[in-house]
């Protein structure tokens, strides 16, 4: 699972890997402007997906933020976790509208996907689902069908597993790869950690900044940037879990809420609790977990069918993106063949 760069300051304990998150947590009442980060919002399908850019354009905004200079983007809609083919169609146009616009692709373009995470995990599962329903090509260029031919770029797909089965740094795999095929492009595919319980399976973030394997669950491995492999990296990532104080936090948040409606405002304990910051009560229920409950993380418990849902929405949209001349059902025609 992806995580943050560690190695630029980060001010915040609580754990995200969210660009938007991060910028919530800079707000302040005084501005909505925070020196660095450019903030924008669109909203698109009547409503059901909204699509937030965070753009962080210089070392202020970085440090602020805890993340590198870039963009991130990240689409969000309940009805990822759903069963609503309408709306994971209209996700998945949006999806490639933005890796297009991110990616900037020449016709011809290389492109090397690769799925990070466990495929033996199922909130880790996400990467290697993806890479098993993307259209390779790189392989086929002497032998496509006739109606393929001009209207897909050379594709390849690879899930190189984690550490702990393989026993080799991710990034030296894909670095080896790299080497060998020589792509214009890679694209990962990442779980990641949220810090609101309601992002989790139901948002997607976009990134062209690169991602660090197996730091979202504090597994700090070898970053997949531009600068590590030689080619620009776009990270693909979806919240699949939270940890345990996150949800603690935001069960106290509503509990907190709940009060403010039925009971006295005026009571010790409310004041307490409402008069604490978010960091501060973090820490808080951090130190009371921590003896108990460790590092743990937390999933709902239909992420397995959420998971192959969001594994078909990213696919479909990196197919899209990179194969541009085709339509969907040719997609899923040879896919499945």
Known sequence: M?????????????????????KELLHTDESDDTDGVELSFEEFCEGKVQVTSVKIINESGANLMGKPVGNYITIESELMKENDTETHEEIMKI???????LCKLKKNGVILVVGLGNWNV??????????????????????????LEGNVRPVSAISPGVMGLTGIETAEII???????????????????ARRTNRVNSTIQISDTGINPGAGVGNKRMALSEQSLGVPVLAIGVP???????????????????????APQD????????????????HLITEILNPYTGNMF??????????????????????IALHPGIKMDDINRFINA
């Open 2 to 22: 992806g995580k943050k760069n560690e190695d630029i300051p980060y001010h915040f304990s609580v754990r995200t890997d969210l660009a938007v998150e991060a």
């Open 122 to 147: 199922t909130p880790d599962a996400l990467g290697p689902k993806v890479t098993a329903k993307i259209l390779v090509t790189r392989h086929l260029s002497a032998s496509l069908p006739h109606e």
């Open 95 to 101: 999806l490639a509208t933005q890796l297009a616009d």
């Open 267 to 282: 009571s010790e304990f409310y004041n307490m609790l409402g008069n604490l910051a978010d960091e501060e009560k973090y």
């Open 240 to 262: 699949t879990v939270v940890d345990a104080a996150t949800l603690v936090n935001d069960t106290m948040d509503r509990m907190l809420a709940a009060m403010a409606e039925q």
């Open 298 to 319: 937390v999933t709902p418990k239909e992420v397995d069918a959420v998971i192959e849902r969001l594994a078909n929405i990213i696919a479909n949209g990196i197919n």
């Open 175 to 193: 670095k080896g790869v790299t080497e060998r095929v020589k792509p214009d492009l890679v694209i990962a595919i990442d779980a990641l950690a």
